[in-house]
């Protein structure tokens, strides 16, 4: 069994800890940010760029790549590392929650769920046997359940009869699992529960007595406040076991990877370093800008005085700017490789702070002085 | 001074030449291809790459980046090479032949020519000293004279005229380049004439006379069927100087290349390698494809099965395709890599060819056994 999971450290002021998940593909270190490659490629950026950033895994989703290109090109292409070309680990999805967040049509049932493509109106039924066997496809290193993703807001009532399915797909997944030949891939399950912390300790529950591999916590940054959404996670992780790795599924600013760190999680993934580079906004130490104002139009500093990633070491504002302004594509991959640096970098300093015991100082100092902490 | 140009082999059987020329920012072996940075980017690819490819030299637009960024964001980055980080060679051209193609309104008088930006409308008046105080702030290593782009089709008593203000504004440029300190830079001068070989020749020969240090081809591929583009330039060559770089300006087709290097060009640029990529137009030795095509959808073969750029080593016409259709940016990365490698490695190989005494066999092979010649 491959799916190992060390934690090396433990914060003593917080929950936050240092782990080590070994995968068929490669050794992990947690805390761990995935960089996302919904449709099989990071936008703009080639492969070798961004594990040269340090990446060590990726997250691709299911629901794109089962619609396009299909299951059969990436069966024939010999999985979705040699399609796209990545040497290291793949996270998939289930592709609920895109299903959740895309698809033109979702209707729930027992089996499965029904939904129509976003992209060309087809008819499709995503059971929790058909997200695995899709996965298996991908071959993806680390796969995750199908669940169901409850909206915000939704009554109590609702939310109790969703999560009690997302239990009962879980279970199928489970038994379904256990009759593949695995490979060594690891299976994570996924607890959901609303926005009701009863329901999301009884869920996290409910999952953990199944044994996965590692445990992810669902249905939150949906549109709730952030309070809630920290108080939802911590429910959640109350019930989740010390020894397995704790996922927190599509969160989130640099500001709740922190607070979910100290809560104990030791995976994420976002589009926002991606999505925002593509859209001209920046993450830097002295917080977010956009590279198309004004006055960026003759600054000749780098976007972040205190980066060292490539774009910082070679590029002005005012170059980015004109560029961004001119449409010039070369602005995205410069822009991409910089926000997943400042992600990778500060994912590197937590677990650095971590080893060392000062995590807590890192996390004060970070919303107090973020210019001196991101910087060396 | 640094322009220095050798000729190192003659080829036996047609005008091809093999040459060095030395410019203030390294040493360029022609026949060149010169890819095209319009606004200051390689559009989709970073300068390493470019340059990894084998580029020494590359043009930029003086008409885009005098509208944008403007002369004083560039002249505050302390030149074009800063701004863009590009530290080899960088021609420019005088921005007289995107006013004839890009600027809403153009009006020729004696002094210059008034055009509107197509960018905001507004009203610009570039004349030969402005073209050449851009590209001094520009800071090229390579600069062109303004000249007057003749549109086709074009009678002769116009084009006579207008070829004869172009001999006017070259002198004028030659005397306003004397007065300047110029640092080594090179400054190459512009032969016009339409459509009509007699006014070539003397367009050729008036432009010689003013002794710059290298000579281009002018207001070919507007439009004129490829055999009169030929002729041409065949009769602009025949009055060129053999000790002076010969450049045809935006042309062409890989064909066109082999035809120009024959009748003796040292010197190309084209934006149909970036411009094709981007839309999904791939040269390969066997024949130009699209990819977008559906046949490629289940295609796991390289675009070309004789390249050995980093494309076709490591990505399949089925994944190229899938992030064509879908959107994905990092295709247009992954295709301007291809067609610049081939471009460049054509080039490779004709300079080979002649320094090898074969090139007549080489040409004749190109057309003939596409497939066989341009692996390895």
Known sequence: MWGYFHILERDTHTKAR???????????????????????????????????????????????????????????????????????VILTDSGGFQVYSLAQFRKIQEEGVHFKSHIDGSEHLLTPELALEIQEVLNSDIRMVLDVCIPYPCDRKKAKELTALTHRWAERSKNFWEKRENKGALLFGIAQGGMFEDLRRESARVIVEMDFDGYAVGGLSVGEPRDLMLEMLSATLSAFPEDRPRYLMGVGTPEDILEAVAMGVDMFDCVLPTRNARRGTIFTSEGKLSIRNAPFKNDFRPLDPNCQCYTCRNYTRAYLRHLF??????????????????????????RKAIAEGRFMEFKADFYQRKEEILCG
């Open 325 to 350: 302004i001119s449409g010039e594509l070369l602005v995205y991959y410069l822009l991409t490789v910089h926000n997943l640096y400042f992600y990778l970098k500060l994912m590197a300093k937590i």
């Open 18 to 88: 240092l782990g080590r998940l070994v995968t068929r593909r490669g050794i992990i270190e947690t805390p761990v940010f995935m960089p996302v490659a919904t449709a099989g490629s990071i936008k703009a950026v080639p492969p070798e760029v961004v594990t040269g950033l340090g990446t060590r895994v990726i997250l691709a989703n299911t629901y794109h790549l089962y619609l396009r290109p299909g299951l059969e090109i990436i069966r024939q292409s010999g999985g979705l590392h040699s399609f796209m070309n990545w040497q290291r």
